[in-house]
């Protein structure tokens, strides 16, 4: 299906008014059994923390918004997948190839529609936490 054919088919015209005047989303908070399992594996993949506060709170500064992790006594992120939008349809590929070196899995790169034209580079971390890491393309 072509992009023009697929906004026709999923999205509603007139669009409807959004009920709250949101700018955004300012983060994601991930919370981890292995805690610092999972703060060594997100910095391998991201580069140390830009937020430290004490033993239990590490932050990534992600675009405009926060992705940060804590420790859980109840397990890991269920029923969650994390969307990275990147620059470009390379950088999500480079972004995925760091997960997966860092010990994540992930499927081949797929160019998708979903809202948009994306390069989809699914991962899923050591601790089965879903990430999605999308791409524009050109339409």
């Known amino acids: 299906m072509d992009y023009e054919s697929y906004k026709k088919a ?14 955004g989303l300012h983060g994601v908070a991930l919370y981890f059994s292995d805690y610092a399992a999972a703060v060594d594996y997100y910095t391998a993949v991201l580069g140390p923390p830009s937020y430290v506060e004490g033993e239990s709170t590490r932050g990534w500064s992600v675009g405009g918004a926060w992705l940060t992790l804590f420790p859980s006594q109840t397990g890991n992120p269920q029923n969650a997948e994390i969307h990275f939008l990147m620059g470009n ?11 997966i070196a860092a010990g994540g899995k992930g499927d081949p790169p797929s160019d998708q ?25 050109p339409e």
Not at 10 to 23: A, D, L, S, V
């Open 10 to 23: 999923y999205f509603t015209e007139p669009p409807p008014q959004p009920k709250f005047n949101f700018i």
């Open 89 to 99: 349809p390379q950088e999500a590929e480079r972004l995925q190839r760091a997960f």
């Open 113 to 137: 529609l979903m809202y948009e034209p994306l390069r989809f580079c699914p991962v899923t971390d050591p601790f089965g936490t879903s990430i999605l890491i999308v791409g524009r393309l």
